[in-house]
């Protein structure tokens, strides 16, 4: 009877995103970014449904209340990317070049420092890959003896920390770049190259996550901004990006097949299990995990700098701390999930509803003009809900706190700046 019962609550699951999805598009007619993301979600749902019919993993009765508490804190967060329609805005705010060059030029400089060691281990990694039934697996392995130490205080490798803390804001600047009409083509060629860098970085360090959300990133910042971008270049995105989703793709499933495939469950269901855990694990645990971590996982670096003690320096340490919490951040519990482990879903719901609040009013289109720092807090939330759908708070950490501070450094910069320069007009 539970049994039935959970696969009740699932297939309601999914036809609530079938639904919001007939009319958003109803209302859109046409594929935007929020589409990009509703589909998404429905894609995750359908994806619990088989990993709960899946024999290899069991977990407990699904409940009805706590997918509608995820449903509606996800509208809550990006209820914003839903609401921002391209159709109504006549054009993107054209920042001064020296502006857009400096953020440009320091990622472009730290990638260059990076790129001989990169390719290096690239070459190597591909070989692995190619002549090694487990070479994915030997990979991963190495990189997670490497990641014991994050978080620890010690600058090992400057320029990976600048590149890796620009993140996704470094695929914003390319793309916003390409609505340029005047582009400087070493600008234009050293951003290319610094967003697809870390695909490659991942792969050699047999990792699929950050592969995926590089991607991810890359496919819903082309769907935001596409009506901005000339016939010309919307056309050779579309040829270079396929390109870069099957380049992807290949090293993607040889790192599975070579993790997976030799193990009890097999690839296709470590598949299953990947892209459909977060909806059941949230669903079990999510609400009630036996305790918070009072925000150890989401503002670690926060924490320390406002002289918090005992704060976890990375995840091996934060699961020492809370051994009698249910589930960990070994598994997937969405995005929303972590802030609910982190703080309980009353204080959680609260964060959601106020940053919701200040999303929804600094975002509001005036003379049909985005300003560039409205869209980067907009960029922020799409690459919010869409890469910490499937699995967690893509912003945690030190690594992600640190993406953090990116934004909000380029956010106060440009709106500085478009202040000052309306203070002049008037003047």
Request: glycine fraction near 6%.
């Amino acid at each position: 009877m539970d049994s039935i019962i959970s696969y009740i609550n699932i297939v309601l699951y999914i036809l609530v995103w079938i639904v919001t999805i007939i009319f958003y598009q109803i209302k859109k007619k046409h594929i935007d970014a929020g589409s990009i993301l509703l589909f998404s979600y429905l894609i995750y749902a359908i994806t619990s449904l088989l990993l709960y019919n899946s024999n290899y993993y069991e977990f407990n009765r699904i409940k009805l209340f706590p997918f509608i508490y995820l449903y509606l804190m996800l509208m809550l967060a990006f209820w914003p990317v839903l609401k921002f329609n391209a159709k109504k805005i006549d054009g993107i705010q054209k920042i001064p070049a020296v502006y857009i060059n400096v953020f440009s030029i320091i990622l472009i400089l730290f990638t260059i420092i990076q790129l001989p060691n990169i390719i290096s281990e690239y070459i190597y990694s591909i070989k692995k890959l190619l002549t090694t039934s487990s070479g994915g697996l030997e990979l991963y392995n190495e990189s997670l003896a490497k990641r014991f130490s994050l978080g620890d205080g010690m600058i090992s490798n400057l320029p990976s920390i600048v590149t890796n803390a620009y993140g996704s804001f470094g695929i914003l600047l390319f793309f916003y770049y390409l609505t340029l009409k005047n582009r400087n083509i070493v600008i234009l060629i050293g951003l290319f190259i610094s967003s697809i860098m870390g695909i490659l970085i991942n792969i050699s360090l047999g990792q699929r996550g950050p592969i995926l959300a590089i991607l991810l990133s890359m496919i819903i910042t082309y769907f935001a901004l596409r009506r901005f971008f000339q016939p010309k270049i919307k056309r050779i995105i579309k040829k270079i990006g396929v390109y870069i989703i099957i380049a992807s793709l290949i090293p993607f499933i040889a790192l599975t097949v070579s993790r997976f495939d030799d193990s009890t469950h097999g690839s296709m269901a470590s598949v299953y299990f990947y892209g459909g855990q977060g909806n059941l694990f949230f669903n079990n645990y999510g609400l009630d995990n036996g305790g918070v971590r009072y925000g150890d996982r989401t503002f670690p670096l926060f924490k320390r700098m406002l002289g918090f003690d005992n704060v976890p320096h990375n995840f091996v340490e934060r699961r020492a701390k809370y051994p009698d919490h249910k589930i960990n951040d070994s598994v997937f519990s969405t995005f929303v999930g972590d802030f609910t482990l982190d703080f309980g879903p009353i204080i959680a719901s609260l964060i959601f509803l106020f940053f919701f609040l200040f999303v929804i009013v600094k975002t509001k289109i005036y003379n049909g003009i985005l300003r560039f720092h409205q869209l980067i807090l907009l960029h922020f939330v799409m690459t919010l809900c869409m890469v910490g759908g499937m699995k967690l708070f893509p912003f945690s950490d030190v690594g992600g706190n640190l993406k953090l501070i990116v934004y909000f450094i380029a956010y106060w910069v440009f709106r500085l700046d478009y202040n000052i320069r309306i203070l002049r007009q008037k003047n």
